[in-house]
Nanobody
């Protein structure tokens, strides 16, 4: 069973930065595609950024140039560095893993990010 544990959320002022971390267990981490999603109140969950086993990254247009996704396979950890945060970045952020060979999806419990002055 794959388990994902997020950390690093919190309250930050507009223009500030946060780094989210997600530690995975129960699979061969280096083979997984990892991603961050977020869900704001009253809205659907949306993809923020993803990174493949080969290191290819993909970002939502709304975060391009501000957020950076990275992974450390030795630590079974994926990160989301969030810079120049805006109030509309406020959401619960979820870590996601797509695990081969069946491409099963696994989710973390979520971590709240609040951007407010």
């Amino acid at each position: 069973q794959v388990q994902l544990v997020e950390s690093g959320g919190g309250l930050v002022q507009p223009g500030g930065s946060l780094r989210l971390s997600c530690v995975a267990s129960g699979s061969i981490f280096s083979l997984n595609t990892m991603a961050w999603y977020r869900q704001a109140p009253g809205k659907e969950r949306e993809l923020v950024a993803s990174i493949t086993s080969g290191g290819n990254t993909n970002y939502a247009d709304s975060v391009k140039g501000r957020f950076i996704i990275s992974r450390d396979n030795a630590k079974n950890t994926v990160y989301l560095q969030m810079n120049s945060l805006r109030p509309n970045d406020t959401a619960v952020h979820y870590c996601n893993a797509v695990v081969p060979p069946l491409r099963n999806n696994y989710w973390g419990q979520g971590t709240q990010v609040t951007v407010s002055s």
